[in-house]
């Protein structure tokens, strides 16, 4: 299955400043590529995905950045707020489109935004 | 309100005793997913399933059963087999063949507390 990790695990930021967060993988067939956010007591949400033909995909200030050849994506979050502070995770996986692969997620990276 | 109802959102439970925890979909999604989560650990992978009457065992299977047995419908027992069921489990779908993103979507999951 594939071996998925995520870095920092821990990372805090002052307001307005920028955060990233990596995550390496290791199954080089992975053409999909996720970012969870999960707040304080709920459920994970989707907040930006990428295929594997597409290097960046931004949205306002969320943005993911794909490395194929050396296996791994990053979060990057610009002008951080406090309502950005959750732990974020990532789950690489192949995409066909049908069937249910065993989706492994990335232990999570813990965003705290100082103010 | 098309979605995922995990029911209970909290449940208590003596040693020894097996416990089902409820999951139902009305999204129309082929695959469905359960999920440990323990701080600190991230999303560990419980059981999955593609279409109904089939399943596979994921990373963390031991102690624990599901069935499929209809489409909308996915439960899972946690049994006295399982050592440390204390832990926050969260079930998942996602689209099948036509689906046009491979994005997760969370119920709000159930809190186990074996006292």
């Known amino acids: 299955g594939e071996n998925v990790e995520q870095h920092p695990s821990t990372l805090s930021v002052q307001e307005g400043d920028s955060a990233v967060i990596k995550c390496t993988y290791s199954?080089?067939?992975?053409?999909?590529f996720p970012w969870y956010k999960q707040e304080l007591g709920k459920r994970p949400q989707l907040i930006i995905d990428?295929?594997?033909?597409?290097g960046e995909k931004k949205d306002q200030r969320i943005a993911v950045t794909l490395n194929k050849t050396a296996k791994h994506f990053s979060l990057h979050i610009t002008e951080t707020q406090p309502e950005d502070s959750a732990v974020y995770f990532c789950?690489?996986?192949?995409?066909?489109?049908?069937?249910?692969?065993?989706?492994?997620f990335g232990k999570g990276t813990h965003l705290i935004i100082q103010p | 309100d098309g979605g995922i109802t995990q029911s209970p959102k909290y449940l208590f439970r003596k040693e020894g005793q097996n416990v089902t925890l409820s999951c139902e979909q009305n999204?129309?999604?082929?695959?469905m997913y359960w999920y440990r989560q323990d701080p600190g650990q991230g999303l560990r992978l419980i059981y999955y399933?593609?279409?109904?009457?089939?399943?596979q065992k994921g990373d963390i299977a031991e102690g624990y059963s599901v069935s499929r047995e209809k489409k909308e419908s996915f439960p899972l027992t946690v049994t006295s087999a399982q050592k440390n069921p204390t832990a926050f489990y969260l079930c998942?779908?996602?689209?099948?063949?036509?689906?046009?993103?491979?994005?997760?979507?969370f119920g709000e999951g159930s809190r186990l507390t074996v006292l």
């Open positions: 999204l129309n999604h082929d695959a």
């Open positions: 998942a779908s996602r689209g099948g063949a036509g689906a046009n993103t491979g994005e997760l979507f």
């Open positions: 199954d080089s067939a992975s053409n999909y």
């Open positions: 789950a690489p996986f192949l995409y066909s489109g049908g069937g249910a692969d065993g989706l492994t």
């Open positions: 399933s593609q279409i109904v009457n089939d399943f």
């Open positions: 990428i295929r594997s033909n597409v």
